[in-house]
């Protein structure tokens, strides 16, 4: 499976995007999705959001809950991060992952995932 992200830019505070991730795979489906991001400096891959391979479940972190919706169109195998008010400290690349679960699961551990994008990087100025 290879996903594509994209959507990222420079934004100022206060502002939007909304991050693409493009899957190749088929099944689409059957594969769990979740956004999760790198910020400048750190070194592990923050959970952002993730959603079920049916689209009737999502979860996301405390920081983005309130500013943030992640969804997913299976007939263009895509999954859509909208994330509006944004903040100098969304300042990150962004990753999508995927992985195909049995049952209509969700993850929020990076290990979890085995497919990822190359990343999207997303800055906000103040």
């Known amino acids: 499976v290879q996903l594509q992200a994209s959507g990222g830019g420079l934004v100022q505070a206060g502002g939007s995007l909304r991050l693409s991730c493009a899957a190749s795979?088929?099944?689409?489906?059957?594969?769990?999705v979740g956004w999760f991001r790198r910020a400048p400096g750190k070194e592990e891959r923050e959970f952002v959001a993730?959603?079920?391979?049916?689209?009737?479940?999502?979860q996301y972190a405390d920081s983005v809950k309130s500013r943030s919706t992640i969804s997913r169109d299976n007939a263009k195998n895509t999954v859509f991060l909208q994330m509006n008010s944004l903040k100098p400290e969304d300042t990150a690349v962004y990753y999508c992952?995927?992985?195909?679960?049995?049952?209509?699961?969700?993850?929020?551990?990076?290990?979890?995932?085995?497919?990822w994008g190359q990343g999207t990087l997303v800055t906000v100025s103040s």
């Open positions: 993730g959603i079920t391979g049916t689209g009737t479940n999502t």
């Open positions: 795979t088929g099944t689409f489906s059957r594969y769990a």
């Open positions: 992952a995927a992985d195909h679960t049995a049952r209509n699961w969700l993850f929020t551990g990076p290990t979890r995932y085995r497919y």
